[in-house]
Structures are given as structure tokens and as C-alpha cells.
């Protein structure tokens, strides 16, 4: 299904991109744009660098925050295969990839 969708959508001729992650998440997004280009406008807009910035993400679509630049960034436990892999592909000083994820049920009594 998202081959067609993208062939309808360049028909349209819209300067977008398909981003589509985790077997479930889809993105629509301009053709130069990602979360990536969004914390880089938002970092600049506030002025704060790179060092005073710290991106999180447990999706394939969180991939451009951690990409972008040097931003310190955390991984968290329960990231999908597809982040994970990535991080396994290009791993990094500055991101921090969490433990496995547990959830813990806390007790009434």
C-alpha cells in the first residue's frame, strides 16, 4: 500500500517525503524536512547548542534527531528494532543507548 500512496502523492506533484517507520508510523513531511530539521530550527531559534541539547527517541522516525548533528541523545530501552539497529550501524559517543525496557507494577499493599 505505500508504494501506491507515494505514486499518488507524487502525482500531486507536493514537495513531500514518506517517512514511514516501525511497521506501524507514517510521516508526511515536507521534502526537506524530518524531526531532524525541526530540532535544528528550534535550536537555533532559542539559541542553544549542539552541547546544551539532548534528543530522545524509541522510533525509526527519531533515526534524523539522532543523525542531525552532535547533540547529546538517549535511546530509549524499549526503541524499536529498527532504531536499534541503526544505532548498532553507527554508534556514537554522544547517544546513549538505555537498557533493555522493564516494567515494573507497583504493589498497594
Not at 514518506?18 to 525541526?38: E, N, R
Amino acid at each position: 500500500m505505500l508504494p501506491q500512496l507515494g505514486a499518488e502523492l507524487l502525482k500531486s506533484k507536493l514537495n513531500i517525503k514518506l517517512i514511514y517507520s516501525s511497521g506501524i508510523d507514517l510521516d508526511i513531511v515536507p521534502l526537506t524536512s524530518d524531526k531532524g530539521q525541526a530540532m535544528l530550527f528550534m535550536r537555533q531559534k532559542w539559541k542553544f547548542a549542539a552541547e546544551q541539547t539532548v534528543v530522545c527517541g524509541d522510533l525509526g522516525n527519531d533515526i534524523a534527531l539522532f543523525a542531525v548533528g552532535n547533540e547529546r541523545g538517549i535511546i530509549v530501552g524499549n526503541a524499536c528494532p529498527e532504531l536499534r539497529q541503526w544505532q548498532n550501524e553507527y554508534p556514537s559517543d554522544y547517544r546513549y543507548l538505555a537498557p533493555n525496557f522493564v516494567q515494573v507494577e507497583l504493589s498497594k499493599d
